[in-house]
């Protein structure tokens, strides 16, 4: 168990090393100067100089590289070039609606992925389980802006029952929640189709195994055989695929803030992209490729935790 452990350790490590290289090389290489965008094209060339210069833009890249990941380690993030703030400050505000987003979303995609991929599990060949298969397709194919826009324009605009946007803060913790409810329906039937898909696939693997065929000759009811034995042993590639849609839910729901004008995260980054912002840019996406490879981590320790086969290693 510890040697299993430790290697996924020194692999996430050797990840985050290979992943701040390329984060960096790759904003870098991005046409445009921060200075120029900001100061405009009437600058001259002596305020863009003292201007890069302040923004520490003047170095070498490999020493900037240094300092950047140097700074990461001990908390400083550095200065955002537009906000003039703290970038470990933008990273704590916005990070209040991302993640309860990202956990609000996955929450409602594993409540619905579970019991419809069982169904569609147990009633295989069925009707209930081509027509469950079929909506999950549909899930699948349709793209979560246009969705969110079909649940803006009949919650919001028709009903009237949530905003079309925006986000009331915590101080009010219900109105928040109300807040991010759409955003998070939109986001969570995607991911609930994908996951009831896996779910339903790899149950029915599972209960084709003899200690299922063995379970059922002593008496055991499909039910049962299900509850008891296979779906506890169908979980590893559900785990799986929950570890990759809690960090795509993190990372990657710009679109999703930008319909619902959400200050997070990856709107954050998208400001900071069209600003010229690369601090930001940098700091952000570097934090979050920590939260993807260290959710992935944790799916792996939840591994060894389901399969004691990984415990004797």
Do not use: C
């Amino acid at each position: 168990m510890l040697r299993y452990l430790a290697t996924r350790a020194l692999s996430l490590g050797l990840s985050l090393v290979v992943a701040s290289v390329v984060i960096f090389a790759l904003i870098e290489v991005i046409p445009g100067d921060p200075a120029s965008y900001m100061l405009g094209l009437n600058a001259t060339d002596e305020t863009l100089a003292a201007l890069r210069t302040e923004l520490g833009l003047d170095g070498s890249k490999f020493d900037r590289y240094l300092a950047w990941v140097g700074g990461m380690l001990t908390g400083d993030f550095g200065v955002s070039y537009t906000y003039r703030v703290p970038v470990a400050e933008l990273v704590l505000d916005r990070l209040w609606v991302s993640l309860p987003l990202a956990i609000y979303a996955l929450t409602l995609s594993t409540l619905i992925a579970f019991p419809v991929g069982i169904l569609a599990a147990a009633n295989r060949g069925g009707v209930l389980d081509v027509a469950i298969m079929g909506g999950t397709q549909l899930g699948i194919a349709v793209p979560n802006f246009w969705f969110a826009m079909l649940l803006v324009l009949l919650f919001a605009v028709t009903l009237q029952w949530f905003s079309a946007g925006g986000f009331a803060g915590w101080d009010d913790p219900l109105l928040a929640i109300k807040s991010l409810t759409l955003p998070a329906v939109a986001l969570a039937l995607p991911q609930a189709s994908i996951l009831a898909r896996v779910m339903r696939s790899a149950l029915i693997e599972t209960l084709e195994q003899d200690y299922i065929r063995t379970a059922r000759a002593k008496g055991l009811s499909r039910r049962q055989a299900v509850l008891r034995h296979a779906l506890k042993n169908a979980l590893i590639p559900v785990l799986t695929i929950i570890g990759l849609q809690f960090s795509f839910l993190l990372a990657g729901a710009i679109i999703i803030e930008n319909v619902f004008f959400l200050p997070g995260l990856g709107r954050l980054i998208f400001q900071g992209i069209t600003q010229r912002d690369l601090v930001v840019v940098e700091s952000v996406t570097m934090l979050l490729v920590f939260a993807v490879i260290l959710v992935t981590f944790l799916v792996d320790v939840a591994y060894a935790l389901v399969d004691p086969r990984l415990r004797r290693r």
